[in-house]
T-cell receptor, first 112, second 115 residues
Framework: GEDVEQSLFLSVREGDSSVINCTYT??????LYWYKQEPGAGLQLLTY?????DMKQDQRLTVLLNKKDKHLSLRIADTQTGDSAIYFC????????????FGTGTRLLVSP | DAGVIQSPRHEVTEMGQEVTLRCKPI?????LFWYRQTMMRGLELLIY????????DSGMPEDRFSAKMPNASFSTLKIQPSEPRDSAVYFC?????????????FGPGTRLTVL
């Protein structure tokens, strides 16, 4: 089945690292994504990882994929107040069509 | 590139009225997606098109909702008649290909309020 789960809320202090977790149920998903949504805006792609990778790093962002446990995480190093937003993980189940299935979103609040 | 363009950005209407939401995808993209976002249900895919043809409309709530894509640069989502439970933010997204890691680019959304 298609079900992507995330914790709803995360609060950190500026300068700390943030780790946002996600679990998915479709083991055949080939791509997994992290999107960011700022207040009043649409979703913006942050990064994605192919299912044959364990880790992907892009500046302050690190994505870890544990395919065995179907667990995806996004680590933001040196979190800034501008990182406050809702973060969605998403998968494309292996149906042959680019149909994104989104998680519930994690609201990240960064305090000074 | 201007990105995905949606109009209007905000719409307030009364129950029973017809509502039309519009989307212009990024030039050259061949897939278009309509999503609805609410606090209760999160982000839901309503329908998506590839090369102007509807591929999957299983997410469309009911017959009051309809979507069209008459050409590669324009799509509409219509609600007739509208109901208060349709109040949500409606997003349009487009992408270049049907499969693979091709990114979906989202528009800014239309916030619909049905009184």
């Amino acid at each position: 089945g298609e079900d992507v789960e995330q914790s709803l809320f995360l609060s950190v202090r500026e300068g700390d690292s943030s780790v946002i977790n996600c679990t998915y149920t479709d083991s055949s998903s080939t791509y997994l994504y992290w999107y960011k949504q700022e207040p009043g805006a649409g979703l913006q792609l942050l990064t994605y990882i192919f299912s044959n990778m364990d880790m992907k790093q892009d500046q302050r962002l690190t994505v870890l994929l544990n395919k065995k446990d179907k667990h995806l995480s996004l680590r933001i190093a040196d979190t800034q107040t501008g990182d406050s937003a809702i973060y969605f993980c998403a998968e494309i189940p292996n149906t042959g069509f680019q149909k994104l299935v989104f998680g519930t979103g994690t609201r990240l609040l960064v305090s000074p | 590139d201007a990105g995905v363009i949606q109009s209007p950005r905000h719409e307030v209407t009364e129950m029973g009225q017809e509502v039309t939401l519009r989307c212009k995808p990024i030039s050259g993209h061949n897939s278009l997606f309509w999503y609805r976002q609410t606090m209760m249900r999160g982000l839901e895919l309503l329908i998506y098109f590839n090369n102007n043809v509807p591929i999957d409309d299983s997410g469309m709530p009911e017959d009051r909702f309809s979507a069209k894509m008459p050409n590669a640069s324009f799509s509409t989502l219509k609600i007739q008649p509208s109901e208060p439970r349709d109040s949500a933010v409606y997003f349009c997204a487009s992408s270049l290909a049907l499969a693979g890691a091709d990114t979906q680019y989202f528009g800014p959304g239309t916030r619909l309020t049905v009184l």
